[in-house]
């Protein structure tokens, strides 16, 4: 898979409610607790500022904008963000698929879209992977979008047979084609992972580790398939996305091994051979460095204790 869905996949995305929400005069709401789920909507009609704590400026959303939150972070919603907050807790109910949400009678703002809860211990590594916010504004993009999201609007109100599956897997679509076109499209200058994705260099290098992270790459190996020489390819990498080459391989050959270690029955030393490690004292030393402890520790933990 491409490394898009590689994060994707080890994320394990569920979409555990499809949802509108509905809006009417002053209002403002603070989602906390976001660190295990990753939101993503449309905006049916009127206006909205979002703002993503410690992220970028608030963003004004408009009708037929879309939006993503895929790193976790706390947020607020509000028409006008000098209103005072409420706790999102007090508004909604638990989580149930369907249905519409009303704050203040609702009327003059309207969202649609899913939340996706995600699990396991790398979950949080793989947030931070993601930006802080995708906002799909131009009508070229939208409109790559527009089905999926009005489809899930039909299923939402006419409540059929096999709604809430067929909601799911539209919100599953619209979060990987709103990702794809701020990969694509939006791309700007900013640090991180999915900026590196971005770049057209950078890119085919992590494309090249995702496609066989077992394999002995040298730090030559991934600058010729980057096209740069050795030191520029070493030095943009790390400013780019914060560690050295070498060292994002070991991080996502560790990612990878915990999501074996969490859902297969498959023995260390398997796993420390598929993901490029023939010894396993070397993958041991390496997934202890990496993720704190060593891998049948945390093998241990986590058909026992909390780890």
Request: charged share 20%; with cysteine; hydrophobic share 40%.
């Amino acid at each position: 898979m491409d490394p898009l869905s590689d994060v994707l996949s080890l994320l394990r995305p569920k979409s555990y409610v499809s949802s509108g929400f509905s809006a009417g005069g002053e209002w403002a709401i603070e989602f906390n607790k976001q660190h295990d789920r990753i939101k993503c909507y449309s905006v049916v009609s009127g206006t909205a500022w979002l703002a993503v704590k410690d992220g970028p400026p608030p963003t004004c959303l408009k009708e037929g904008d879309c939006f993503v939150l895929p790193s976790g972070k706390p947020f607020i919603l509000a028409s006008d963000l000098s209103v005072p907050t409420v706790d999102s807790s007090t508004l909604f109910p638990p989580p149930q698929p369907g249905g519409t949400v009303a704050c203040n009678g609702g009327g003059d703002f309207f969202l649609v879209g899913s939340r996706f809860a995600v699990h396991g211990k790398t979950a949080p590594s793989l947030l931070r992977m993601l930006p802080e916010i995708v906002h799909i504004r131009k009508d070229s993009e939208r409109a790559a979008l527009h089905w999926s999201i009005q489809r899930m609007i039909t299923e939402l109100n006419e409540r059929k047979p096999g709604s809430d599956l067929i909601a799911q897997h539209l919100a599953h679509m619209i979060l990987v084609q709103a990702l794809r076109i701020e990969l694509t499209e939006n791309s700007n200058h900013d640090l991180g992972w999915f900026s590196a994705l971005a770049d057209p260099g950078l890119g085919l290098a992590i494309q090249a580790i995702h496609s066989d992270p077992a394999r002995k790459w040298s730090l030559q190996e991934l600058s010729a398939c980057a096209g740069m020489s050795r030191s520029i390819f070493a030095q943009r990498f790390k400013e780019r996305v914060g560690e050295t080459p070498i060292e994002y391989l070991t991080r996502w050959r560790m990612l990878l091994a915990v999501d074996r270690l969490e859902n297969s029955t498959d023995p260390v030393s398997s796993i420390a051979l598929a993901v490029g490690y023939e010894a396993e004292s070397a993958f041991s030393t390496a997934f202890k460095r990496v993720m704190g402890a060593s891998p049948r520790q945390y093998s241990f933990n986590r058909q026992g204790s909390a780890f």
